[in-house]
């Protein structure tokens, strides 16, 4: 009998009480663990993408150095604000250019969105307080993807270490190599290191955009960039580049709004005529 009872209980679907739709105790769905990931796997994921993008940190050195900064500058960029897209906008407005202001406000736009990167990785990570101020320097596109592609909360703490670690220190390496190896270079306009910059933040950028929506904010965000540039000073058309995203919601909402009118009077074949209501 108690075989033939749990039989029937568990052929009940999920979200339906078990004494029926007026019981009161509810047939909870089933959860299933996520797979566990061996740590050596986790750790030669995070291994390959922090070699991968710290090596790109020779390309910002010269390209900063390119742009007129010395090398000490150009180290505590790296070691201080530790974001590629954002020291490399900073230096392209530089050297184009622009004015210390317009050059960091563009920077720090870029910047911003690692501080949406931090609200889920610190529900993710659940790092220590007096850690935390450490970790956040890490906080950067490459360990926030790494970190939150692993299964469990252990994987994703060993994926985020060791890609910031690795990152950290082959960027700020490679960033010297960079400084000091620009004066052999010579001209780095001849070299085409100047385009190296752009390069590396598209092959970061090309990745996440999958939807249709986030298609269409880079598109009319290089639209304008590249149609202001002529026009207005260095720096301000990546500033003004920025209003893609809200443009593209509004008209996105203003879509959806139109489909959704609803339609005037009572529909057809009611039965119902005015005047006629009781």
Not at 57 to 73: D, I, K, P, Y
Not at 181 to 195: F, S
Request: aromatic residues 6%; hydrophobic residues 50%; positive net charge.
């Amino acid at each position: 009998m108690a075989e033939q009872t749990a039989s029937a209980s568990s052929d009940i679907p999920a979200g339906i009480p078990a004494d029926g739709p007026g019981g009161s105790a509810p047939h909870p769905a089933p959860r299933t663990a996520p797979a566990a990931k061996p740590d050596s796997a986790v750790v030669r994921d995070a291994l390959g993408v922090g070699i991968a993008v710290g090596l790109s940190g020779f390309a910002f050195g010269v390209t900063a150095a390119g742009a007129g900064l010395t090398v000490a500058q150009i180290c505590a960029l790296s070691l201080l604000v530790f974001t590629g897209a954002s020291q490399f906008a900073l230096v392209g407005a530089l050297a184009a250019g622009g004015s210390p202001f317009t050059a960091a406000a563009g920077a720090f736009f870029l910047g911003v969105r690692n501080a949406f990167y931090g609200l889920r990785l610190s529900q993710l990570l659940r790092l220590p307080g007096p850690v935390r101020p450490f970790a956040a320097q890490w906080v950067i596109d490459e360990t926030a993807a790494v970190s939150l592609a692993q299964p469990t909360r252990r994987a994703a703490r060993i994926g985020f270490t060791v890609t910031g670690l690795t990152l950290y220190a082959l960027w700020n390496l490679t960033t010297l190599a960079g400084a000091l190896g620009a004066e052999a270079l010579g001209d780095t306009a001849a070299w085409g290191l100047d385009a190296a910059g752009p390069a590396v933040f598209l092959a970061l950028l090309a990745p996440m955009l999958r939807t249709t929506t986030e298609r269409a904010v880079a598109g009319l965000a290089i639209v304008l960039g590249l149609g202001l540039l002529p026009v207005l000073p260095g720096g301000v058309p990546v500033l003004v580049a920025a209003l893609a995203a809200p443009v593209v919601l509004w008209l996105q909402g203003r879509g959806l709004g139109a489909r959704r009118t609803p339609s005037s009077g009572p529909p057809e074949g009611s039965g119902r005529t005015k005047g006629t209501d009781r």
